[in-house]
């Protein structure tokens, strides 16, 4: 692990992206843009064997409803870099609660095994909700392969990345305080099998092919945050301003002849700050590495039109190359992209795998 002063991010050669959970599915429609490959018109749905073919035309294979990947409001990605035939799996968040990271996962016929260290972008629930859920089929399986003698002394816990500021509870302020469920404490998580690290600060993992962020500065006037969130102060029983979110953190990669890969969970720090400090921690800027795409939420689904037009305006400004928005970014915003930067979006859906080529 490098210095948290210092963060070095190695160049990969390849990146994969399953997204195990989002907000919405679309397992029909192509690819809109050439440098993110995915699966179309079903092409990635499971398929069941059947004995009884000659019954159905001599059809060997069933597409069954109940083996596609369902949606839900949340996120969660796992991520494989590779780097000269070697290979690393991060899971970035886990959606918002365990059935349906269960379901999932085991849908999509991931080794749940490979994962070696899971990130939390930030603590709200639709992140942190299948967290335990994941610590446990990772272990499962990381005990079962362990059993083998060819990976017996290689198998290691996996490792649980937190921002060390958990709220005991989170909430937000409509006409009274409306709370949250609670994150899994960091006890629940190391008594699920993980390994837990805490940290506030810039620091990369995985030999060096994922960075993960501290706080993120907060540069622009018109990203402000989740509007009436709050936080409970168990100490007084009283709910607190909580709108900035400031545990919030990004991971991301460096691809090889493309740039900059930002996966974001939420952007309540606001996706230009997002994208500006990743730039800033990974090389980017004139001269520097380039900012390739940002996955994730954007978190614009309720903007008003001026704070898409300024997000749009300072995105453009940061010239990438593709953006992949998921979960909370909103219908509206993903228009906007599709008619200011034409050509240049490949949205996030659950349920399918993604590479950048």
């Known amino acids: 692990m490098a210095s948290p002063q210092t963060p070095t991010l190695v160049e990969v050669d390849s990146l994969t992206i399953h997204a195990i959970v989002n907000d919405e599915i679309d397992q029909i429609s192509p690819s809109p843009h050439p440098g993110v490959k ?39 990605l796992l991520i494989t870099a590779t ?26 016929g991931l080794d749940a095994g490979a994962i070696e260290t899971i990130v939390l972008s930030h603590w709200h629930r639709d992140h942190s ?22 990976t017996a002394t290689t198998t290691k816990k996996v490792v ?15 006409h009274e305080p409306i709370s949250l469920e609670p994150d899994p404490s960091f006890e629940e998580m190391e008594q699920a099998g993980a390994t837990v690290f805490k940290s506030s600060e810039p620091h990369t993992v995985l030999d060096d092919m994922f960075l993960v962020s501290g706080s993120i500065p907060r540069e622009t006037t018109y990203e402000g945050g989740i509007r009436g969130g709050i936080r409970l ?45 990743a730039m800033s921690l990974g090389g980017g800027g004139e001269g520097g590495v380039p900012l390739y795409t940002v996955v994730g939420g954007y978190h614009l689904a309720d903007a008003s039109n001026e704070k898409m037009e300024n997000s749009m305006r300072d995105l453009k400004a940061l010239e990438p190359k593709v953006l992949m928005p998921g979960h909370c970014t909103g219908w509206r915003f993903k228009v906007r992209i599709e008619n200011e930067m034409p050509g240049c979006m490949a949205p996030v859906f659950g349920g399918t795998r993604y590479e950048l080529v």
């Open 38 to 76: 995915h699966p179309q018109s079903f092409m990635g749905a499971p398929l069941t064997s059947l004995a009884d073919g000659v019954r159905r035309g001599g059809a060997t294979k069933e597409m069954r409803m109940d083996t596609l990947c369902c949606g839900a409001h949340g996120l969660s």
């Open 233 to 277: 102060d168990s100490a007084t029983g009283q709910w607190e301003k909580d709108e900035l979110i400031m545990d919030e953190r990004l991971v991301m990669c460096n691809l090889k002849g493309k740039g900059l890969v930002v996966f974001t969970g939420c952007s309540h720090a606001g996706v230009v700050n997002v994208a500006r400090h």
């Open 129 to 150: 909700g299948g967290m335990l859920s994941a610590i446990r089929m990772v272990e499962a399986a990381k005990t079962k392969a362990s059993s083998s003698p060819e």
């Open 83 to 108: 780097k000269g035939g070697k290979s690393h799996t991060l899971l970035f968040d886990a959606g918002p609660e365990e059935a349906v990271w269960e379901r999932n996962i085991s849908r999509l």
């Open 160 to 174: 649980a990345d937190l921002h060390p500021d958990r709220p005991d509870y989170r909430g937000v302020m409509a």
